[in-house]
């Protein structure tokens, strides 16, 4: 099982920064990489997809990128509905495997 | 527009069964290969399940093959996951996700709103 490590835990970042989260597998996962957000009380949305493909109707403040086993989300300008967690999962084995995910809060 | 829409959730004891339904409306159901994913509250995301969109072919999670059953039924666009055996350590939200129309890409494009799995010891 490919595991999914994400940094920080935790990341505080005032309103209109940038915010970068890590992801990391254990092996190798090409590109086969995406980035979920949940908010409290809702199930999770899809961000992006093959590392840096972004979902229909996600703004273009949201970018990943990366490969192989170390990739990233940036969060450029934040704005207060960003605030919330978020989740990478990687598809290129089985089973799916999900990092723990990051908490972005407002600092 | 996408609806996935889950149901059968509840308290249950261990030991005890319990089947989850997830009706889905705004795509060709009949085309789509279907997951479910569970999450403990306050905790990860756990990939359970998924499904071929004619229902031949099936993968589990280690932590449930055996006890855990994903099946469909086209005509009435629901999947559905049976689960047996039922453990203390099941509990949890369980989402249905429909996965990504490209071929050979398993990431989940449309979640459910969830339903809460309960089991006591």
């Known amino acids: 099982e490919i595991v999914v490590t994400q940094s920080p835990a935790t990341l505080s970042v005032s309103p209109g920064e940038r915010a970068t989260l890590s992801c990391r597998a254990s092996?190798?996962?090409?590109?086969?990489l995406a980035w979920y957000q949940q908010k409290p009380g809702q199930s999770p949305r899809l961000l992006i997809y093959?590392?840096?493909t972004r979902a229909t109707g996600i703004p273009a403040r949201f970018s990943g990128s990366g490969s192989g086993t170390q990739f990233t989300l940036t969060i450029s300008g934040l704005q207060s509905e960003d605030f919330a967690l978020y989740y990478c999962?990687?598809?290129?084995?089985?089973?799916?495997?999900f990092g723990g995910g990051t908490k972005v809060e407002i600092k | 527009e996408v609806q996935l829409v889950e149901s059968g959730g509840g308290l249950v004891q261990s030991g005890g069964s319990l089947r989850l339904s997830c009706a889905a409306a705004?795509?060709?159901?009949?085309?789509?290969?279907m997951h479910w994913v569970r999450q403990v509250p306050g905790k990860g995301l756990v990939w359970v399940s998924r499904?071929?969109?004619?229902?031949?072919?099936?993968t589990y999670a280690d932590s449930v093959k055996g006890r855990f059953t994903i099946s469909r039924d086209n005509a009435r666009n629901t999947l559905y996951l049976q689960m047996n055996s039922l453990r203390a350590e099941d509990t949890a939200v369980y989402y249905c996700?429909?996965?990504?129309?490209?071929?050979?890409?398993?990431?989940?494009?449309?979640w459910g709103q969830g339903t809460l799995v309960t089991v006591s010891s």
């Open positions: 996700a429909r996965e990504s129309a490209m071929g050979g890409s398993y990431f989940q494009t449309y």
């Open positions: 705004g795509f060709s159901f009949s085309d789509a290969w």
């Open positions: 499904i071929k969109n004619d229902g031949s072919s099936t």
């Open positions: 092996q190798s996962v090409s590109s086969k």
């Open positions: 093959a590392t840096s």
């Open positions: 999962q990687q598809y290129d084995n089985w089973p799916l495997t």
